[in-house]
């Protein structure tokens, strides 16, 4: 469930490169299904099956060149990467970086899984493709390599090491006959036709600081990425669907935005949630509580800023909502956490 939306930006950087490139990214974009509408905003969400399937046309075309996802990938930032970016951009050091990369990457909507663990004195990154999620052939897994290792090594920059975070990438497919142009992307001893993709860096490097850091807007990202991952795995179909569009949105949007944003009336938005045992009203009230429960736990916070935070423009509203539905204040709810 969690993986059948994407963040559409992806969409997007990889129509902007086909562009650049010669090829007729409208009429692909079109024969996989994606309305201009669907990728018209940052925060706009696209079905996965659809984003695949443009990866897979994408890579048929004769005008393509062999590193697209390299490509895409050095054009992607951290912020497009929604919640989870402006989380791991905020974070105190590589270590935490990497820990929250790991753990909220499923919010992105990724084809492939991601693990670290210790070698020697290197941490390897290993990437592996989801079981049973998508038919990945050899040439989408060229594709979705390249683009995750483009963007990761860019990181160095965070830890002012420069760009160039790896010092050894092991790829599990062919180099066909493309060996220089990895190495003149990656900047590092690359080998292939491995079991696994695996990408290495020096263990000392998780504990340097990250130019970018802001602890207490990092704890507040985290917080928002941890209640989204969780409310996620309990909500189905359209309700996921709400959520999502949620955690993205700066304000909450009234249910005729929200039906804009998935491109359904709200009428059509009302009955789907009807099926789903929902209102959008509950659904609202349930993701600001589960936010507000988050914000309190985990960081100190004044309770007035925290509503504010999530949508509430008179404290008094959310004294009252908070207290209807926990049976406490939400100063007792913190020290009773604590």
Same mark, same amino acid.
């Given at each position: 469930?969690?993986? %059948?939306?994407?963040? +559409?930006?992806?969409? $997007?950087? @990889?129509?902007? =490169?086909?562009? !650049? *490139?010669?090829?007729?990214?409208?009429?692909?974009?079109?024969?996989?299904?994606?309305?201009?509408?669907?990728?018209?905003?940052?925060?706009?969400?696209?079905?996965?099956?659809?984003?695949?399937?443009?990866?897979?046309?994408?890579?048929?075309?004769?005008?393509?060149?062999?590193?697209?996802?390299?490509?895409?990938?050095?054009?992607?930032?951290?912020?497009?990467?929604?919640?989870?970016?402006?989380?791991?951009?905020?974070?105190?050091?590589?270590?935490?970086?990497?820990?929250?990369?790991?753990?909220?990457?499923?919010?992105?909507?990724?084809?492939?899984?991601?693990?670290?663990?210790?070698? %020697?004195?290197?941490? +390897?990154?290993?990437? $592996?493709? @989801?079981?049973? =999620?998508?038919? !990945? *052939?050899?040439?989408?897994?060229?594709?979705?390599?390249?683009?995750?290792?483009?963007?990761?090594?860019?990181?160095?920059?965070?830890?002012?090491?420069?760009?160039?975070?790896?010092?050894?990438?092991?790829?599990?497919?062919?180099?066909?006959?493309?060996?220089?142009?990895?190495?003149?992307?990656?900047?590092?001893?690359?080998?292939?036709?491995?079991?696994?993709?695996?990408?290495?860096?020096?263990?000392?490097?998780?504990?340097?600081?990250?130019?970018?850091?802001?602890?207490?807007?990092?704890?507040?990202?985290?917080?928002?990425?941890?209640?989204?991952?969780?409310?996620?795995?309990?909500?189905?179909?359209?309700? +996921?669907?709400?959520?999502?569009? @949620?955690?993205?949105?700066?304000? !909450?949007?009234?249910?005729?935005?929200?039906?804009?944003?998935?491109?359904?009336?709200?009428?059509?938005?009302?009955?789907?949630?009807?099926?789903?045992?929902?209102?959008?009203?509950?659904?609202?009230?349930?993701?600001?509580?589960?936010?507000?429960?988050?914000?309190?736990?985990?960081?100190?916070?004044?309770?007035?800023?925290?509503?504010?935070?999530?949508?509430?423009?008179?404290?008094?509203?959310?004294?009252?909502?908070?207290?209807?539905?926990?049976?406490?204040?939400?100063?007792?709810?913190?020290?009773?956490?604590?």
């Amino acid at each position: 469930m969690i993986i %059948e939306m994407t963040n +559409a930006v992806y969409a $997007t950087k @990889l129509l902007e =490169q086909l562009d !650049i *490139n010669g090829v007729n990214a409208d009429d692909l974009r079109l024969k996989a299904g994606i309305t201009a509408s669907e990728i018209e905003f940052p925060e706009s969400l696209l079905q996965s099956k659809k984003y695949h399937r443009l990866v897979e046309l994408a890579l048929q075309q004769p005008e393509t060149p062999y590193d697209l996802g390299f490509r895409v990938g050095e054009g992607t930032q951290l912020l497009d990467h929604g919640i989870m970016g402006y989380a791991i951009l905020n974070s105190h050091d590589m270590h935490q970086c990497m820990q929250r990369y790991i753990r909220y990457l499923p919010l992105t909507g990724p084809v492939m899984d991601v693990s670290m663990q210790r070698q %020697e004195k290197h941490m +390897a990154l290993r990437l $592996t493709p @989801l079981v049973g =999620q998508w038919n !990945i *052939n050899v040439h989408t897994l060229r594709y979705f390599t390249q683009e995750w290792l483009a963007s990761l090594d860019m990181w160095g920059n965070l830890i002012d090491i420069g760009r160039g975070l790896f010092t050894e990438v092991k790829v599990a497919f062919a180099a066909d006959g493309h060996e220089n142009l990895y190495r003149r992307h990656l900047h590092c001893p690359i080998s292939f036709n491995h079991s696994v993709t695996e990408a290495l860096f020096p263990e000392k490097y998780l504990t340097l600081p990250f130019s970018t850091g802001n602890d207490s807007i990092g704890d507040i990202c985290e917080a928002q990425c941890q209640r989204l991952l969780a409310d996620l795995e309990h909500h189905q179909g359209w309700s +996921a669907q709400v959520y999502q569009k @949620l955690s993205r949105s700066p304000k !909450i949007p009234n249910i005729t935005k929200m039906a804009d944003l998935l491109h359904i009336s709200p009428r059509t938005l009302r009955r789907r949630l009807e099926q789903d045992g929902k209102t959008y009203q509950q659904l609202v009230v349930d993701f600001r509580m589960a936010m507000a429960r988050q914000y309190l736990a985990e960081t100190k916070l004044p309770v007035n800023e925290i509503a504010d935070l999530i949508g509430y423009s008179n404290p008094a509203n959310f004294y009252r909502t908070f207290r209807q539905i926990e049976q406490m204040t939400p100063q007792n709810y913190r020290s009773q956490y604590r």
